[in-house]
């Protein structure tokens, strides 16, 4: 609706005090499917899509260009979409979005298709971004991509708002729920001891379940007191994937 391609039922959109049209808002738009012309050449669809959004010629020319060595597709420019990776044509859709320089960016699932290295790259353009003041709107089923990006969050399940709000608010409002710990040693029965019953064990790095901070540190001194080495200590509160599978759970 944001972006036109469907109508609104009712309400409002605005941007800045206005309603939002193409004429009001730079838009940049990534969309899950892949939307790139596999028989034409990288260089001639970016610069027909970066005309479409009223670059000029030797506008468009530099900008596809810069983002082409920064996303370091640059040696594909003459080579027709079906000639690359699903990663690589991943980055060539991200350019088209943003070559334009929009102020309103809506992304979905952009990091589909990408290995590691291409993932943290892409990861640190949309910090650039952020940081000139993009406005991003970012839809993903990775909770930890969200989690990494967003400030402010909305969970939905079937259509239906489940949670809404500023994310570092939303997790103050959670008690502790896990303990990551490594040792020296094996420390099953020391574990059992303070009452904790659900945890994982891989080459003495421990995930435990606690019921909140107090159950941690009880842990640790224990530990303590049995002169066991204790060479990482973190109590974590839930993470917004532990958040959305209570939530929509609840809803199921």
């Not at 980055?91 to 979905?108: N, S």
């Not at 107090?214 to 303590?224: C, N, P, Q, S, V």
Request: aromatic fraction near 8%; charge should be negative; charged fraction near 30%.
């Amino acid at each position: 609706m944001i972006l036109g391609i469907l109508k609104k039922d009712s309400g409002e959109i605005t941007w800045n005090g206005k309603v939002v049209e193409r004429k009001h808002v730079n838009f940049g738009y990534l969309p899950e499917e892949r939307g790139v012309y596999p028989k034409t050449k990288i260089y001639d669809q970016l610069m027909y899509f970066a005309r479409l959004k009223g670059m000029k010629k030797e506008q468009a020319d530099k900008s596809l260009k810069d983002w082409a060595k920064k996303l370091e597709v640059e040696q594909y420019l003459d080579m027709p979409a079906e000639k690359l990776s699903k990663g690589n044509q991943q980055k060539i859709q991200f350019i088209t979005a943003i070559l334009h320089d929009p102020e309103l960016l809506v992304l979905d699932e952009p990091f589909s298709g990408l290995d590691p290295v291409n993932t943290e790259l892409l990861k640190n353009v949309i910090l650039e971004l952020i940081e000139k003041g993009t406005y991003i709107i970012m839809s993903s089923h990775q909770m930890y991509s969200i989690e990494e990006f967003a400030s402010d969050v909305l969970i939905l399940n079937k259509g239906k708002t489940v949670l809404q709000g500023n994310l570092k608010k939303i997790k103050e409002e959670y008690q502790a729920n896990k303990l990551i710990i490594s040792t020296n040693v094996v420390i099953d029965n020391v574990i059992e001891t303070v009452g904790l019953k659900e945890y994982y064990n891989k080459d003495n790095d421990y995930t435990i379940a606690i019921d909140g901070e107090e159950d941690g540190y009880k842990l640790f001194h224990l530990l303590a007191e049995k002169d066991i080495q204790v060479t990482k200590f973190e109590i974590l509160k839930p993470s917004l994937h532990d958040i959305f599978i209570e939530k929509v759970g609840e809803e199921q």
